[in-house]
C-alpha cells in the first residue's frame, strides 16, 4: 500500500511554521540534505547580526569591506557550525537514547533557524525603512529575542519527532547541547581565533583609549602556552610561528610575571639597536621619522588630572608603519636612554604614550619580550565608552567601534 506524501512535505517553507513536527518528519523522510547549508549561512548571519546589535554596531554593514568580511566568515562559519552542532547533538542523543542519525539532526538543526532567519530579515527591512531615524534598539532587540525563542521550540519539537523523544528528554538534550556548543564554540574563537581585551591605562594613547575594547589575532605569530587559557605548559616555543613586524600593536605576557597582559608597539627585532635621544626613537643608530602634528586634547592623557593640550607626532618606521605617538614632557624620564641591543628569539615594544608608558625601557619590569610571550597582534576595536563622569552613565564612543588597529 502506497501513501500520497503530505503536501506539508513538498512545501516546507510554509508548512515548518504551524506544523514543525510533520515537516520535519516529510523532510528526513524525503530531501534530508535539502538547502541546510544554506540554511546554516543564512542562520550565522542571522546570529552574528545580533551580536553586532547587542554591541550597538551593526552600522558596520554599511562599509562595504566589514559587509564583504561578514559575508565570507557566514560561508564558512556557517557548515561548520551545522556539522559540529549536529555531532554533538548526536552524541548527547545517544546518551538519552535517541537513535536519529547525523543527517536527520542537521536538517532539525538547518530548519528550525528559519524563524530566526525571518527575524534577521524583518529586522533588517525595519532599519532600512527607519534610515537616517535609526530604530529604536530595544525593539530591535525585541524582534531578534522573540523570533530566537521560536526557533527554539521549532528545534525542540522537530528534535523531539525525530528521536522519539517525551518532553523532558528533549529539554534535557537541547540545554545540554546549547551549553556544550557555546563552550567549545567560545574556547575555540578565544584560543585560535581572536580573543577580547580591554585598556585600563593611557600608555598606548591616542592609538588605544582607556575604555577600548579590541581583538587580538591569534594566529598571526603562531601558537605558544600563552595562546591557551590559563597557560598550561603543554607547548614549548611556538608552534606554526611567523615573526612580528615592527609597528605591530600586540598584547603580551609581562616576561617578569606571566599572569599580566599588557599591550604596546614593537619597534625592535632580534638584532636591532634601540635608543631614545630628547623624546625622539633611535633604530640602529638612525633617528625614526616623525613629524609635528596637531596637539591631542580631550583626555587625562598623561596621568595629571589636567586635560590641557598634548603634543602629538606622527611616526614613521623605516617599513612605512606610521602611527601617532605623546609626548606629555620635554626630556622625561626615559626621553634619554642608553642603547638597548635586542637578543635573539626576543622583541622590543614601547607604548605610543611615551612619557607615561611602563615598557621594554625599563628593563628591571618589562625588558626585552620573549616571542613566546607574544599573545597575539591587536586587530579591531570592537566597542568603546568613556569614563562617567559626575554620576553619569559612561558615554558609548560609537565612532570607535570598528576602528582597525595599526
Known amino acids: 500500500m502506497t501513501s500520497t506524501p503530505d ?22 523522510a524525503t530531501r534530508p540534505r535539502h538547502l541546510v547549508l544554506l540554511l546554516a549561512i543564512l542562520a550565522t548571519a542571522a546570529g552574528l547580526y545580533g551580536e553586532l546589535l547587542a554591541f550597538g554596531a551593526e552600522g558596520l554593514l554599511t562599509d562595504w569591506r566589514f559587509g564583504l568580511a561578514f559575508v565570507l566568515l557566514c560561508v564558512i562559519l556557517g557548515p561548520a557550525w551545522l556539522y559540529v552542532s549536529a555531532l554533538i547533538l548526536s552524541w548527547i542523543s545517544y546518551l538519552l537514547g535517541g537513535r536519529a542519525p547525523p543527517l536527520a539532526l542537521r536538517a532539525v538543526i538547518a530548519w528550525s533557524a528559519l524563524p530566526s532567519i525571518l527575524g534577521f530579515v524583518v529586522v533588517l527591512i525595519a532599519s532600512a525603512v527607519a534610515g537616517d531615524r535609526q530604530a529604536p534598539h530595544h525593539i530591535l532587540g525585541v524582534l531578534v529575542g522573540a523570533f530566537g525563542l521560536w526557533s527554539a521550540v521549532v528545534f525542540m519539537l522537530m528534535l523531539a519527532r525525530v528521536q522519539h523523544f517525551g518532553f523532558w528528554r528533549t529539554i534535557a538534550t537541547y540545554v545540554l547541547n546549547v551549553v556544550l556548543v557555546s563552550f567549545l564554540l567560545a574556547f575555540s574563537v578565544r584560543t585560535f581565533l581572536y580573543q577580547p581585551f580591554n585598556v585600563p591605562a593611557a600608555s598606548m594613547m591616542p592609538t588605544l583609549l582607556v575604555g577600548d575594547y579590541f581583538f587580538v589575532e591569534k594566529f598571526t605569530y603562531g601558537y605558544s602556552r600563552f595562546s591557551l587559557p590559563f597557560s598550561p605548559p603543554l607547548l614549548s616555543g611556538r608552534i606554526f610561528a611567523s615573526e612580528p613586524q615592527r609597528g605591530d600593536v600586540v598584547v603580551f605576557r609581562l616576561p617578569t610575571d606571566t599572569s599580566i597582559d599588557y599591550v604596546k ?26 613629524e609635528r602634528i596637531a596637539d591631542y586634547a580631550g583626555d587625562d592623557a598623561c596621568g595629571s588630572g589636567a586635560s590641557g593640550p598634548v603634543k602629538r607626532w606622527r611616526e614613521t618606521l623605516p617599513n612605512g608603519r606610521s602611527y601617532e605617538t605623546l609626548d606629555c614632557v620635554d626630556n622625561g624620564f626615559y626621553d634619554n636612554t642608553n642603547v638597548y641591543t635586542v637578543p635573539a628569539g626576543q622583541v622590543f615594544a614601547i607604548g605610543d604614550n611615551r612619557d607615561n608608558s611602563t ?48
Not at 508548512?15 to 513536527?21: D, E, G, N, Q, T
Not at 597582534?377 to 562617567?388: D, K, P, Q
Not at 559626575?390 to 595599526?406: D, H, K, N, Q, T
Open 7 to 28: 503536501q506539508s512535505f513538498r512545501s516546507p517553507w510554509l508548512a515548518v511554521w504551524l506544523s514543525p513536527r510533520q515537516t520535519i518528519e516529510g523532510i528526513v
Open 265 to 290: 608597539r614593537i619597534v625592535g627585532l632580534p638584532g636591532d639597536r634601540i635608543q631614545m635621544k630628547q623624546g625622539q626613537l633611535y633604530l640602529n643608530d638612525t633617528a625614526v621619522g616623525r
Open 359 to 406: 615598557d621594554s625601557r625599563v628593563l628591571r619590569q618589562i625588558g626585552y619580550i620573549p616571542f613566546e610571550n607574544l599573545v597575539g597582534r591587536v586587530r579591531l576595536i570592537f566597542f568603546s565608552r568613556a569614563a562617567s563622569e559626575g554620576g553619569a552613565a559612561p558615554a558609548v564612543r560609537s565612532e570607535r567601534i570598528g576602528m582597525l588597529v595599526r
